[in-house]
């Protein structure tokens, strides 16, 4: 079966900080991944897709960038985080963009 | 103008009551999406639909192309089916999400 990972579960970095989120998945290969972000009281926003290593695409501008440097590893980072960076992130993963998507457990960022 | 509107924002519910979330959406779509997000943040799929209508336990999903729209039904409330349910739409090229409607299922 298929699993997916996120860490850290809850980050606390200060305004200027780098990022760095972790997303793996674990029991299929070549799998198409998302990076979402839902900040307070708003809904889901699809913020990076990757259909292969290497392949990023990005939905939004934005002071993020994503990486896929292995096939199940898919990284969410930023050189100097705002503090509108902060907001719940969330990696899926789905065989296609047309089948249903699979979520991690999320990674709570609060930028103070 | 959101390409995805979800109503009600808001629904409480007595446990045990029948729920219908709706979902209608302005752009041509390739599937939809239903999906419920827990108080703690985590996100399960319900549904992807494409057309007519799927069925999974207590849950019903429903989607008329013609009309874009979709609903979302619970038959036989529970506390448990408390939690934020989101509808999104894949045009072939992009993701809309609605705002979510939260549902509190009282006992």
């Known amino acids: 079966s298929q699993t997916i990972h996120q860490w850290p579960a809850t980050l606390v970095q200060p305004v200027g900080s780098p990022l760095s989120l972790e997303c793996t998945v674990e029991g299929t290969s070549n799998p198409n991944l998302y990076w979402y972000r839902q900040a307070a009281g708003r809904g889901l926003q699809l913020l990076f897709y990757s259909v292969g290593i290497g392949q990023i695409s990005s939905e939004v501008p934005q002071n993020l960038s994503a990486s896929r440097p292995q096939d199940r590893q898919f990284i969410l980072s930023s050189k100097k985080l705002l503090l509108s960076d902060s907001g719940f992130y969330l990696c899926a993963w789905s065989w296609d963009r047309v089948t249903e998507q699979y979520f991690g457990p999320g990674t709570r960022l609060t930028v103070t | 103008k959101n390409e995805v509107e979800q109503s009600p924002q808001n629904l409480t519910a007595q446990e045990g009551e029948f729920i219908t979330i709706n979902c209608s959406y302005s752009?041509?779509?390739?599937?939809l999406h239903w999906l419920q997000q827990h108080p703690g943040g985590g996100i399960v799929s319900l549904f992807m639909l494409s057309s007519g209508k799927k069925k999974h336990g207590r849950l019903i999903a429903t989607i008329n192309i013609q009309e874009k729209h979709s609903s979302l039904h619970i038959t036989a409330s529970h506390p448990r089916d408390s939690a934020v349910y989101i509808c999104?739409?894949?045009?072939?090229?992009?993701?809309?999400f609605g705002t979510g409607t939260s549902l509190t299922v009282i006992p």
């Open positions: 752009v041509g779509i390739s599937a």
């Open positions: 999104a739409v894949f045009t072939g090229n992009q993701f809309y």
